[in-house]
T-cell receptor
Framework: DSGVTQTPKHLITATGQRVTLRCSPR?????VYWYQQSLDQGLQFLIQ???????AKGNILERFSAQQFPDLHSELNLSSLELGDSALYFC??????????????FGPGTRLLVL | QQQVKQSPQSLIVQKGGISIINCAYE??????FPWYQQFPGKGPALLIA?????SEKKEGRFTISFNKSAKQFSLHIMDSQPGDSATYFC???????????FGSGTRLLVRP
């Protein structure tokens, strides 16, 4: 158990809908990262927050957004969902900014299925 | 240039054998190379990591070999066990960025 929690574990929804994925980092970790894992794209970095502020952005679609709250939990919002958004979404956390090769601890993921 | 290429896609090894997974990168700014292990239904977990100032790092049965000039690194699993059956990802990152760039993954099956 990494100490990172994600809810829900599974999510089934329809095209065009909006969903929110939630992540609680390990106690004391200030950085939260979101990754998408799909069969054709592998593990792709989406976005990183550090202590409430956005720090880095990857290949995140404009339909997706995220935020980190004062209690350090984070939410990833996916809107206008398409079939191709079906994937595993992972949250990871680390103590600091992570630029120095810091270990990222991954949660168990949320499996999203868009029908 | 941001890619990390990983091979093979899948690997079958007999118990007690050596499993070898290879990765190659282009961006010489990468300075941190971790390997992650992922079991079905779980998130990736850090297995072992290396920086380019050393050519080899060993932790138990797991060894990373790093060839800076060839821009390649590999994971060796000695005395492979059925419990090692999982998907392995190599990754890379650099100090100026906080994201991990992952390879495409290798599905390892260790037969009893």
């Amino acid at each position: 158990d990494s100490g990172v929690t994600q809810t829900p574990k599974h999510l089934i929804t329809a095209t065009g809908q909006r969903v929110t994925l939630r992540c609680s980092p390990r106690s004391g970790d200030l950085s939260v990262y979101w990754y998408q894992q799909s069969l054709d794209q592998g593990l792709q970095f989406l976005i990183q927050y550090y202590n409430g502020e956005e720090r880095a952005k990857g290949n995140i679609l404009e339909r997706f957004s995220a935020q980190q709250f004062p209690d350090l939990h984070s939410e990833l919002n996916l809107s206008s969902l398409e079939l191709g958004d079906s994937a595993l979404y992972f949250c990871a956390s680390s103590v600091e900014l992570g630029g120095g090769g810091e270990t990222q601890y991954f949660g168990p993921g949320t499996r999203l299925l868009v029908l | 240039q941001q890619q990390v290429k990983q091979s093979p896609q899948s690997l079958i090894v007999q118990k007690g054998g050596i499993s070898i997974i290879n990765c190659a990168y282009e961006n010489t700014a990468f300075d941190y190379f971790p390997w992650y292990q992922q079991f079905p239904g779980k998130g990736p977990a850090l297995l072992i990591a290396i920086r380019p100032d050393v050519s080899e790092k060993k932790e138990g049965r797991f060894t990373i070999s790093f060839n800076k000039s060839a821009k390649q690194f590999s994971l060796h699993i000695m005395d492979s066990q059925p419990g090692d059956s999982a998907t392995y990802f190599c990754a890379a990152s650099m100090r100026s960025s906080y994201k991990l760039i992952f390879g495409s993954g290798t599905r390892l099956l260790v037969r009893p």
